[in-house]
């Protein structure tokens, strides 16, 4: 069975990429496996979990991940393709990276938001990292 990571953020990008990854995979004759995996930046600033405990800071990320995850998960049920849903936490590229080799996924397909090449330059940006960082092929969707 073949397995694909698809990364998602809420954004219309990373809807379409689902719409993408369902389309190529509906004309395929081979078993595939859909991971879908939202990231939630972990909360780290200036000593907040001395004041709010990590069960509060884990159903935030479980809420906020729900909410991003919420038109794909429509999208693959109605598709009636195999899948899993994910939310980690963590440096979004990285974690995509990591949970891609921690479930020998063969290939990562994500959104891209388009930003201008000025501001990938003097930011980076989450897509330009997991190309960088992947060791599968990795296919954007604008």
């Known amino acids: 069975m073949h397995k ?3 990364a998602v953020d809420g954004s ?3 809807v379409r990429a689902v719409q993408h990854a369902i389309k ?18 972990a909360i780290t600033f200036g000593g907040v979990k001395k004041f709010i405990g990590q069960e509060a800071i884990d159903a935030y ?15 693959l049920e109605s ?6 849903l994910h939310i980690g936490v963590g440096y979004a590229a990285e974690t995509i990276v990591a949970y891609s080799r921690q479930h020998q996924c063969e ?7 388009g930003h201008g090449a000025m501001s990938e330059l003097l930011l980076g940006s989450v897509t330009n990292k ?11 969707v604008k």
């Open 130 to 140: 997991v190309v960088h960082l992947a060791d599968v092929p990795v296919t954007l």
């Open 61 to 75: 990320y479980q809420e906020e991940g729900e909410k991003q995850l919420q038109e794909v998960r429509k999208l």
């Open 4 to 6: 694909i990571l698809v």
């Open 24 to 41: 190529w995979v509906a004309g395929s004759k081979d078993a595939t496996e859909f991971h879908v995996l939202n990231v939630q930046p």
């Open 79 to 84: 598709s009636g393709l195999p899948h899993t």
């Open 107 to 113: 290939q990562i397909i994500m959104g891209t938001r």
């Open 12 to 14: 219309g990008n990373a």
